[in-house]
């Protein structure tokens, strides 16, 4: 192999190496109001952009043997260990099958920790006035109550209502012990 080409092979990798990220997406530019909207379980949620750290398209999760249903397993992002939820079953939804072409998972990060959720499909970026955030209504189910900061009505004719996730209370979940004191991975 020539210098060259080493060269170009070491440029490349480097560059597929990076993090994903959505132009124009950071938190900046929303401000407090920037929301990455997702679908679980047939639901619409929302992470505020401050702790939605990355997308990874259809990473490899191996499973954690004895670990809780709802935990899918781990995967290693940049030599970083990283515990991946599904969403759908710990919040008592139906879970998508194995294999669905859009499902991510979303590094958030809460406290410190870094852990992924499985999410069915990402929808994008919007930004949510915390005037517009409602408390949960009581006829959420209750599996997925305990998880949400609130409820907010979104879209051109806000028809769309989103449940608003708290990551801080998915990340103290009993489901998902074990994931507390893991640094973030490297960027």
Do not use: W
């Not at 597929?16 to 407090?32: D, I, M, N, T, W």
């Not at 517009?132 to 879209?155: F, K, W």
């Amino acid at each position: 192999m020539t210098a060259l080409t080493a060269e170009i092979l070491e440029q490349r990798a480097r560059a597929l190496s990076q993090p994903a990220r959505l132009e124009g997406a950071s938190p900046e530019s929303f401000g407090k109001d920037g929301h990455l909207l997702f679908r679980a379980g047939g639901e619409t949620f929302a992470v505020p952009l401050t702790s939605a750290l990355e997308l990874l398209a259809t990473p490899r999760v191996t499973a954690v043997p004895g670990a809780p249903a709802a935990v899918s397993g781990i995967v290693n992002v940049r030599g970083t260990i990283v515990d991946v939820v599904r969403l759908a079953p710990l919040l008592g939804l139906a879970d998508s099958p194995d294999g669905a072409p859009e499902r991510r998972v979303l590094l958030c990060e809460a406290e410190g920790s870094v852990f992924g959720l499985e999410v069915d499909s990402v929808i994008g970026i919007q930004s949510i006035l915390q005037e517009a955030v409602s408390e949960t209504a009581d006829s959420a189910l209750p599996g997925i109550r305990e998880y949400l900061a609130g409820t907010a009505r979104c879209g051109p004719s806000r028809q769309q209502i989103v449940s608003l996730l708290d990551v801080v209370k998915v990340l103290g979940s009993r489901q998902f012990e074990g994931v507390r004191g893991r640094p973030a991975p490297p960027a």
